[in-house]
């Protein structure tokens, strides 16, 4: 599903343009990115949570030179879903 399809279903479901819902759907998405942004988490009850995980400092390998090199400690955003979401994921895809 890309966003033009969630834009799309929104707008269906709620008869709001699609514009709008457009517009809607961005500014959550830059919210979400602010808050990451700035170090804060975003916590959405019953769907998830957007959260940024600390990877720490490790050795890598460049196989093409055959050297080894160091890859510094670094945040990156990732979702965690809610239990409820889970569970819902997994009977709907354990029917199909």
Do not use: C, W
């Not at 269906?12 to 979400?32: L, N, P, R, Y």
């Amino acid at each position: 599903m890309t966003k033009a399809d969630i834009v799309n279903q929104i707008s269906d479901q709620t008869g709001i343009e699609k514009v709008a819902v457009q517009a809607t759907v961005e500014a959550f998405m830059d919210s979400v990115k602010g808050s990451l942004t700035k170090g804060d988490n975003v916590y959405l009850r019953g769907f998830g949570s957007f959260i940024i995980k600390e990877r720490a400092e490790k050795t890598g390998r460049n196989i093409s030179k055959n050297t080894s090199i160091i890859i510094p400690a670094h945040n990156i955003p990732a979702f965690k879903p809610a239990k409820t979401f889970v569970e819902d994921v997994k009977v709907k895809v354990a029917v199909k």
